[in-house]
């Protein structure tokens, strides 16, 4: 669990945006391969079963389809001599023919993924389609929540990760209730009660501090419970100092342990999944406030974020997840004369027809090169180049809605810049 790294939003976006486009590629035939090395699986074992898969796949009648076969697991195996030791999370390869031109155009591509998680079981498959889904679920933001659900009978202790919760522990007090036996004195029973409960706080902050820090490593922690139990529990600091840094809300449930934790994941979820949410929140925020003003930081639209880019003025770009827009890079084959355009994925073909059936302005030839790059991927790697940071953002929020008044991207300045 220590190799799960928090990732950049464009990282994320990064791989998001990969593994989509290789969900959506289909094989001629049953040809299309995908290698899931978890960490520890030595490479050579990985090579010797798929040599095995390679004498295996003469057996396939259509010649196409074997010598697609055998061809990518060639260049798989080619791929896998470079490494000396499995990565530490593993690695994923997708491997096989596919089209670059229509039917028969086809050609051996390999993408090779160092996960953000951990590989966790071995999976060879050749198939029509790449299996993506294993890679897709790692993609599932996986913080460790955990949960403590405490009255002064019961306790339970729960860990909320992707969309599971799990209950983890029960603890019970044998805390006797608030009414005394006939014949004790009130005092007497009053001191044993608090006695026992501040024995059982003591036992549920050290189950805590096992589950929450040392078998698991949560990154937020919620208490719950019905009335002022809960209070009472943080108040007397019965749990490890750390555990406390990572309290994120304090719910008030009807009921504590199991059941509790149930409820509290219920009342919680707005707690939960609003995290990165107010952190996107905060930014946009910050971009509307500087826009407003008159002297303000802010520029939004594509050429002035663009200019301010090449000028090394960049502080930070937020940008909506769902842009779709790619950057063209045309150059003319015969003068060399090149340009830039910023489009819309939709609006590609299209253009790309247009541009390949106009004559240079140059040289009146009409012959290209024609590259392109997805827009967030391209102002990511010219951010870098000036030290600026780009924060992907979820576009079906209020806050993404704002940015899109915008166009879905803006940028605040390291400095004002007067012409
Ligand atoms: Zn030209």
């Known amino acids: 669990m220590s190799k799960i790294e928090e990732k950049s939003s464009v990282e994320k976006y990064r791989l998001k945006q990969l593994v989509a486009e290789l969900s959506k590629k289909r094989g001629r035939g049953t040809e299309l391969i995908s290698l899931y090395i978890p960490p520890g699986k030595p490479i050579h074992e990985v090579i010797n079963a798929l040599r095995e898969e390679w004498g295996t796949a003469s057996n396939i009648k259509s010649d196409t389809t074997r010598s697609h076969v055998q061809d990518a697991l060639v260049k798989t195996m080619q791929r896998l001599k470079l490494y000396k030791k499995t990565p530490e999370n593993g690695l994923v390869i997708f491997c096989g023919a596919l089209p670059t031109n229509g039917l028969g155009s086809e050609t051996i591509f390999l993408y090779e993924i160092v996960p953000i998680k951990p590989v966790q079981t071995y999976l060879y498959r050749c198939d029509d389609h790449f299996h993506t889904e294993f890679l897709q679920e790692m993609l599932k933001e996986e913080t460790y929540i955990g949960i403590i659900s405490i009255d002064t009978s019961e306790a339970g202790l729960g860990l909320l990760y992707g969309d599971r919760v799990e209950v983890a522990e029960v603890l019970t007090s ?46 937020k922690l919620v208490i719950s419970g019905p009335g002022p139990t809960k209070d009472d529990f943080l ?53 509307l406030r500087e826009v407003s003003k008159e002297d303000g930081l802010a520029v939004y639209g594509i050429q002035a974020i663009e200019n301010s880019l090449n000028q090394g003025n960049v502080d930070i770009i937020i940008v909506v997840e769902d842009l779709n827009m790619i950057v063209l890079k045309v150059k003319c084959k015969y003068c060399g004369k090149e340009k830039i355009e910023y489009i819309t994925r939709e609006e590609y073909i299209k253009r790309k027809q247009e541009i390949i059936s106009t004559a240079c302005t140059e040289c009146q030839r009409v012959e290209y090169e024609i590259e392109e790059e997805d827009y967030i991927e391209y102002i990511a790697r010219k951010a870098d180049i000036v030290g600026a940071r780009v924060e992907v953002i979820s576009s079906k929020t209020e806050t993404g809605l704002m940015l899109k008044n915008f166009g879905g991207i803006g940028a605040i300045l390291k400095y004002k810049y007067h012409n």
């Open 235 to 287: 108040k007397g600091e019965y749990l490890h100092y750390q555990l406390r840094d990572k309290i994120i809300a304090v719910i008030d449930t009807s009921y504590a342990g199991e059941e509790g934790i149930r409820e509290t994941v219920m009342k919680a979820e707005k707690v939960l999944e609003d995290l990165r949410l107010v952190e996107e929140m905060k930014m946009v925020q910050n971009f």
């Open 174 to 219: 044998g805390v006797s209730g608030k009414h005394r036996a006939g014949g004790q004195s009130a005092r007497r029973f009053e001191r044993l009660r608090e006695m026992e409960i501040n024995e059982f706080f003591h036992r549920v902050g050290r189950h805590a501090t096992k589950l929450f820090l040392e078998e698991n490593k949560i990154s």
